[in-house]
């Protein structure tokens, strides 16, 4: 079955700790984003990629960082220089920029 | 302004109803529109791309209004299944990259 799979789907961090969401797509898509949802907000965009070894800031990309070495694979990595990263991290591809958008099932970070 | 607005609801409709929700986008060289359910701690699942024709899937109908810049969703003999959050998602190329800008969904409970 072709899909998005994040992992895990459950993570809790200590402060001052950095830690890193897995998103794997078999949709041979190019573009991959990661978005963040706050209770009663929309998605808000940290990074994204259009192609292999190449990715753009979103939105809101403080106190994150991203990769894209592989086609397949777009990890994010929430630093410690991120104030407030307790929220559900969602990993979504598309085939283009501007066609739909496929998304992972999340991860929901708590820092405790 | 915001770039893309809805009504938050909650919409509370009996079984059966015809509800009917609307999305304004400020940004009139937006290209293309989604409309995508998420229910309740999950991702967002697309529901439909909205053509400018209109376009219908069973019960579900979307609509485009270029003109006035906005968007509708109107779901005919709505169903106990139906309730969720509906997310209307807007993609138009600002400084020739292209962006998905999201709203902050309206709630739909379906009544028995």
């Known amino acids: 079955d072709g899909g998005i799979t994040q992992s895990p789907k459950y993570l809790f961090r200590k402060e001052g700790q950095n830690v890193t969401l897995s998103c794997e797509q078999n949709l041979n898509h190019d573009a991959m984003y990661w978005y963040r949802q706050d209770p009663g907000q929309g998605l808000r965009l940290i990074y994204y990629s259009q192609i292999v070894n190449d990715f753009q800031k979103g939105d809101i990309a403080e106190g994150y960082s991203v990769s894209r070495e592989k086609k397949e694979s777009f990890p994010l990595t929430v630093t410690s220089a991120q104030k407030n990263p307790t929220a559900f991290y969602l990993c979504?591809?598309?085939?283009?920029?501007?066609?739909?958008?496929?998304f992972g099932p999340g991860t929901r970070l708590t820092v405790l | 302004r915001k770039e893309v607005e809805q009504d938050p609801g909650p919409f509370n409709v009996p079984e059966g109803a015809t509800v009917a929700f609307n999305c304004t986008y400020s940004?009139?060289?937006?290209?293309?529109f989604f409309w995508y359910r998420q229910d309740c701690r999950k991702e967002p699942k697309l529901l439909m791309s909205v053509y400018s024709s209109g376009n219908e899937d069973g019960r579900f109908t979307a609509q485009l209004n270029r003109a006035s810049q906005y968007i509708s969703l109107l779901i005919r003999d709505s169903k106990l299944s139906d309730s969720a959050t509906y997310l209307c998602v807007v993609n138009a190329e600002t400084s020739g990259t292209y962006k998905y800008i999201f709203g902050t969904g309206t709630r739909l409970k379906v009544l028995a």
């Open positions: 979504a591809s598309s085939g283009d920029s501007y066609n739909e958008q496929f």
């Open positions: 940004n009139s060289a937006s290209q293309s």
